[in-house]
T-cell receptor, first 115, second 116 residues
Framework: DAGVIQSPRHEVTEMGQEVTLRCKPI?????LFWYRQTMMRGLELLIY????????DSGMPEDRFSAKMPNASFSTLKIQPSEPRDSAVYFC?????????????FGPGTRLTVL | AQSVTQLGSHVSVSEGALVLLRCNYS??????LFWYVQYPNQGLQLLLK??????LVKGINGFEAEFKKSETSFHLTKPSAHMSDAAEYFC??????????????FGKGTKLSVIP
């Protein structure tokens, strides 16, 4: 299996621009998670999808952030407009289900720099 | 609410020495516990997990961790460090019951350096 695939791996953009991060979960997994990693706050869960439906978006920082999962094999995280404080590494993870023992498998991450 | 505390943001050991990375958790119910490793510029990879079976859990790459309820700890150990173990290690807790049971709460991470 290819694992969780994220693109792009690196993104440099200017403040005010729209940024779209992409994720392809492991085939057959029905839970998908978006995390953000920063030095100050560590790893934070932004949003959780189960069977393509957003279950918990309480971690999304503000309305500038939105996430979609149009089908079981694709999800996007969009920031519009972007700000320098959004600079971070964004990880996508997927798991087979949402039971307590299910392992979350992480993608390689997208390093976002907003100038 | 659950939380994880990792003692020491940076640990250095000599090659061949014991690795001990500390993790203490706070949870209102018996938790599930995980250790993940992150190599530079990569995602997180599961090392091992405790899900209420055996309290001593063996993982990949020679690592193991012991769940100690009385100490609310889940420390990660490896008898002999290898240069390839240099990475950042994250402890995570998950409440197995009720709403939000999918949510992993991560510690701040411990960066392990291995000195030749």
């Amino acid at each position: 299996d290819a694992g969780v695939i994220q693109s792009p791996r690196h993104e440099v953009t200017e403040m005010g621009q729209e940024v779209t991060l992409r994720c392809k979960p492991i085939s057959g997994h029905n839970s998908l998670f978006w995390y953000r990693q920063t030095m100050m706050r560590g790893l934070e869960l932004l949003i959780y999808f189960n069977n393509n439906v957003p279950i918990d978006d309480s971690g999304m920082p503000e309305d500038r952030f939105s996430a979609k999962m149009p089908n079981a094999s694709f999800s996007t995280l969009k920031i519009q407009p972007s700000e320098p404080r959004d600079s971070a590494v964004y990880f996508c993870a997927s798991s087979l289900g949402d039971s307590e023992a299910d392992t979350q498998y992480f993608g390689p991450g997208t390093r976002l720099t907003v100038l | 609410a659950q939380s994880v505390t990792q003692l020491g943001s940076h640990v250095s050991v000599s090659e061949g020495a014991l690795v001990l990375l500390r993790c203490n958790y706070s949870s209102s119910v018996p938790p599930y516990l995980f250790w993940y490793v992150q190599y530079p510029n990569q995602g997180l990879q599961l090392l091992l997990k405790y899900t209420s079976a055996a309290t001593l859990v063996k993982g990949i790459n020679g690592f193991e961790a012991e769940f100690k309820k009385s100490e609310t700890s889940f420390h990660l150990t490896k008898p002999s460090a290898h240069m390839s173990d240099a990475a950042e290690y994250f402890c995570a807790v998950r409440n197995p019951l009720g709403a939000g049971s999918y949510q992993l709460t991560f510690g701040k991470g411990t960066k392990l350096s291995v000195i030749p």
